[in-house]
């Protein structure tokens, strides 16, 4: 892994599938020690409460033509009251062990994206397409004929096919709900599921698939507000 003591890192600390929230806070890298790394505490600081919990180190890696975010687990291995960064100046800071080889990350894993209908972005589950409400990395919102009988917790086989290219990806339904309008409450529901084992590559591509949409959008606004 391209990282070095000075590199600014980005430490992932808490993912709350349900909410769609992430959690993550700054810090830096002050010494590296075989598979240990030495970091500077975060602001608000990471509670002792967290030893041995894994968290995700994130950090941009320039060594190529573009800059990648890239991302580790690691373990909260250790606190250190009294890190000496020279003779006069000590700080705390945390023991980070690395838990497994770097890949891309992207924090913006829960920015969601209301997909028109043709945007070349669609999702079937076990074969049956459902009709998008809005799409992230990490998963999706949809409404389904109710026929389909999906509960929270089901794992489904999801199929995401993007402009002429189909992908097929495991998903977990984390909640189910009635829409507001009653007259379609009978026939049709609400749920949201989670992408789950996701490739790196196939993350990227749905980035970049949802930025193109995204600044899509916004050329459309400013042509209408022109």
């Known amino acids: 892994m391209n990282i070095r003591p000075g590199l600014n890192i980005n430490i992932v600390v808490d993912v709350d599938h349900m909410r769609e929230t992430i959690d993550v806070w700054n810090s830096i890298i002050h010494e590296i020690r075989e598979e240990v790394l030495i970091v500077a505490q975060t602001d608000p600081p990471i509670s002792r409460t967290r030893l041995g919990q894994e968290v995700v180190v994130t950090f941009l890696d320039r060594s190529g033509s573009t800059s990648h975010r890239m991302g580790f687990s690691a373990i909260i291995a250790g606190f250190i009251?009294?890190?000496?960064?020279?003779?006069?100046?000590?700080?705390?800071?945390?023991?980070?062990?690395?838990?497994?080889?770097a890949e891309e990350y992207n924090l913006r894993m829960?920015?969601?994206?209301?997909?028109?209908?043709?945007?070349?972005?669609?999702?079937?589950?076990?074969?049956?397409?459902?009709?998008?409400i809005d799409v992230s990395i990490g998963g999706a919102r949809f409404?389904?004929?109710?026929?389909?009988?999906?509960n929270a917790?089901?794992?489904?086989?999801?199929?995401?096919?993007?402009?002429?290219?189909?992908?097929?990806?495991?998903?977990?339904?984390?909640?189910?709900w009635e829409p507001e309008n009653e007259k379609i409450r009978k026939a049709i529901a609400m749920a949201s599921v989670r992408f789950v084992d996701v490739e790196a590559q196939l993350k990227n591509i749905l980035a970049r698939k949802i930025r193109d949409i995204e600044r899509e959008l916004r050329y459309r606004d400013t042509e209408l507000a022109g």
């Open 110 to 132: 829960f920015f969601r994206l209301e997909p028109p209908g043709n945007s070349g972005l669609a999702i079937s589950i076990h074969g049956k397409p459902v009709n998008l």
């Open 81 to 101: 009251a009294d890190y000496e960064l020279n003779p006069s100046v000590k700080v705390q800071a945390l023991a980070l062990r690395e838990g497994g080889e």
């Open 153 to 176: 917790g089901d794992d489904v086989a999801l199929t995401i096919a993007i402009d002429t290219t189909t992908y097929a990806v495991k998903g977990r339904i984390l909640r189910t």
């Open 143 to 150: 409404s389904y004929e109710r026929s389909y009988a999906l």
